[in-house]
């Protein structure tokens, strides 16, 4: 008789709690105090975009007091000190608190599910930078709570920002009294601090974190954007680091970095910022750049004409961009030789950026063409940013230039390159993610209406402002008087300023609007190509069931399309497009390991502002505190333990 074993007793689970100790506590992961402590990728950039939008509006309501200032002579809206200081915040909010943010947040949230990773590098330093990002914007603002507004302009020229203040030994008195440049230096400094990290944090995902066969030459165009970027932001904030560092110490020590009559020499300030600016143009642009060339092959149907082209054009720009800043100092003497040799590199470097234009021309050429709300965006960005391209290459004929020099045809170029370039890619790169990111679709009409108005109101400002600029009108001027010819080609820059507040307030008004009543986004809801659109809508927190092993470039459109013997596009049966939306159940998910929330990184960011404001009102002793929050910030935030899941014991 044969004589069987008892069954193996089954082991009782063991409930899991998370270490209580004075390094842990639990953290919400859902709901309101969830978004104090994610560390999810998508969340973060989600945070970093719509505080990025608050700041575009809070700087487009100082550039409409800037222009109802400016709409007819003797304007009276602003005083000139009044004036100085929503000139000075609307530069400094614009490029510093919505520009390279809103890079950030569409790079935060884009680049993990474009490469077929499940987040960043470093979650925490991710959230760590945008808690920099918010308090250092805080920081800045918070100086009109003391009458110290930043007022020297967004570029803070020394020995304006830099003389000694009164009081000080050896100072002789404040050329800006008051405490502005202060917070605009400490402040700027703060947020370089954050760029940095998030910038050293793209790489290291980019460079590790790429899906199987996801080859450099496989990556999505955007991606490789963000990347350039992100080693110019990595190069490029040190520099003016060290030249705010220098201001703060010139105007509160007395030292004499800038100062002409003890030795110093104002010069060094702009080449320290300029080396700085300029690449900081490219930093702003090409993530517009990456955005727009992702749009196009999507609504053309056809893949990106050249990508090995616009690839090495993008790396070619952030390279040649380092030796072009001394065209924006061609007025100060710099002498001949140096003149020419800059002269000759801004010339230069438009070689890469009109490739990449003719590659995007390519790209539509020929296209079956669908203008949804994405595309014309796209489309305005290609003709808005040819028109500035076109004007700033005339800043390379020298004599030109010294004509041109603090005028508003500069102001006209810039905006062109900028907003034309940069603001036109992103509301494109919002109507085209937008589902993706919330899982609706925006509305298509309103989106058109705020294409057009946008675009209209856009032209209508900033194109008279060259004939102004040729005319005379010098730019960083509070008023003018009446004769001069300049009363007609203002008022109508009013107007178009008021129309681009109106084609904001539309696309404000649709996200309202479709939050609850948009349609439902299918997880490839534009036929794209790229695998962010193979996961479900929105995208959940691991990203993607499983991780996709890439075949070729556009891998998600090669599974959903074939093309026959003469070259027309055939679906496949299998439609990749139904076959990779995945959602796992909530079991299923748990096994998926993802960092846990952590408050630590909000901990460390708070030292900061409490040692910014111990350094502008002088007072050690409130060092003390920033300090010690700041390092125990840290300290937690290393010491926390681990919550990678423990390996199954059979």
Known sequence: MAVTAPPAPVPVPQETKPARGLLHRPTATRGFWSWWTTIDHKKIAILYGGLALFFFLVGGIEALFIRLQLAQPNGTVLTAAQYNTFFTMHGTTMIFLMGMPLAVAFGNYLIPVMIGARDVAFPRLNMFGFWVFLLGGIFIYSGFLWHGAPNGGWFGYTPLTSTPIAGV???????????????????????????????????????????????????????????????????????????????FFDRNFSTNFFLASNGGDPLLYQNLFWLFGHPEVYILILPGMGIVSEILPT??????????????????????????????????????????????????????????????????????LRLNTPMLFALGFIAMFTIGGLSGVTHAIVPADTQQTDTYYVVAHFHYVLFGGLVFAIFGGFFYWWPKVFGRMLDDRMGKITFWLMLIGFNLTFFPMHILGLEGMPRRTYTYAPGMGFDGLNLAITIGAFIIALSVFVFLVNIVYTARRGPIASGDPWDARTIEWSIPSPAPAYNFAQIPHIRARDDFWHRKYTEDEEGRLVKLPAGAADAGEVLLSDEEASKIH???????????????????????????FLAIPGALVLLYGVYAWAMEPSTAPEPDVE
């Open 299 to 368: 609504f053309s149907r056809k893949p990106l004409f050249g990508y090995a082209v616009v690839v090495f054009s993008g790396i070619a720009i952030g390279f040649l961009g380092w030796g072009v800043w001394a065209h924006h100092m061609f007025a100060t003497g710099l002498g001949p030789a140096v003149v020419t040799a800059f002269s000759l590199s801004t010339m230069l470097i438009a070689i890469p950026t009109g490739v990449k234009i003719f590659n995007w021309l390519g790209t539509v050429w020929g296209g079956s």
């Open 594 to 620: 993802v960092p846990s929330p952590s408050y630590w990184p909000l901990v460390a960011s708070l030292g900061l502002p409490i040692l910014g404001y111990a350094a502008v009102f002088k007072q050690p």
């Open 169 to 247: 030994p050896g100072g002789a008195g404040p050329a800006l009294p008051g405490q502005g440049p202060n917070f605009w230096a400490v402040g700027l400094v703060m947020l370089g601090i954050g760029s940095v990290a998030t910038a050293l944090n793209f790489i290291v995902t980019i460079l590790n974190m790429r899906a199987p066969g996801m080859t450099l030459m496989r990556m999505p165009a955007f991606v490789w954007m963000m990347f350039v970027t992100a080693f110019l932001t990595v190069f490029a904030m040190p520099c003016v680091t060290a030249a705010l560092i220098m201001v």
